[in-house]
T-cell receptor, first 113, second 109 residues
Framework: NAGVTQTPKFQVLKTGQSMTLQCAQD?????MYWYRQDPGMGLRLIYY???????DKGEVPNGYNVSRLNKREFSLRLESAAPSQTSVYFC????????????FGPGTRLTVL | TQLLEQSPQFLSIQEGENLTVYCNSS?????LQWYRQEPGEGPVLLVT?????EVKKLKRLTFQFGDARKDSSLHITAAQPGDTGLYLC?????????FGTGTKLQVIP
């Protein structure tokens, strides 16, 4: 039982390059989330998926796209990376019920030069 | 989006001191969660408070949910270096989970 896994752990991009961050969970959770965390700051919600086949914008969706590939996997794509997207990206999942806890992955540290 | 303001933003204290951090909103919540994030890790749930006025204790940590269910506090007694981290609150009861601004705590040995 690995929980929430993210790949890659580290990535360096040049401005304008694209990449996809992968996230998978093995807890049979319906909801999945992508957050970004800038140095010394809290978490900001980028996109979330309440269930397989649905995705919704969070607080800071501009410059990102997501795909809920199936119940297990939720990917985040940067089409044209910008230095402002340098951050640590966390994926999380949550089971049924509004009060259930979120389980987080270990994060992807992305630097855009 | 439910806005949650946390205070203070930063706190640096000596080992053994007591402290309280706050999570405030103008919205009413069905429940509220507290998470702790250690450096280099993802956040981990500490507690969920559900009932207005509820007090929950987790060893040296005491969590309280406001009577009106708009705010919450976290009190740490005799802080230890292992308490160092970022403390985040988040509302329960919503699919769209947005976190508070966070309190960064440093406990100096």
């Amino acid at each position: 039982n690995a929980g929430v896994t993210q790949t890659p752990k580290f990535q360096v991009l040049k401005t304008g390059q694209s990449m996809t961050l992968q996230c998978a969970q093995d807890m049979n959770h319906n909801s999945m989330y992508w957050y970004r965390q800038d140095p010394g700051m809290g978490l900001r919600l980028i996109y979330y998926s309440a269930s397989e086949g649905t995705t919704d914008k969070g607080e800071v969706p501009n410059g990102y796209n997501v795909s809920r590939l199936n119940k297990r996997e939720f990917s985040l794509r940067l089409e044209s990376a910008a230095p402002s997207q340098t951050s640590v990206y966390f994926c999380a999942s949550r089971g049924q019920g509004g009060a259930n806890e979120q389980f987080f992955g270990p994060g992807t540290r992305l630097t855009v030069l | 989006t439910q806005l949650l303001e946390q205070s203070p933003q930063f706190l640096s204290i000596q080992e053994g001191e007591n402290l309280t951090v706050y999570c405030n909103s103008s919205s009413v919540f069905s429940s509220l969660q507290w998470y702790r994030q250690e450096p280099g890790e993802g956040p981990v749930l500490l507690v969920t408070v559900v009932t207005g006025g509820e007090v929950k204790k987790l060893k040296r940590l005491t969590f309280q949910f406001g009577d009106a269910r708009k705010d919450s506090s976290l009190h740490i007694t005799a802080a230890q270096p292992g308490d160092t981290g970022l403390y985040l609150c988040a509302p329960g009861g919503y699919q769209k989970v947005t976190f508070g601004t966070g309190t960064k705590l440093q406990v100096i040995p």
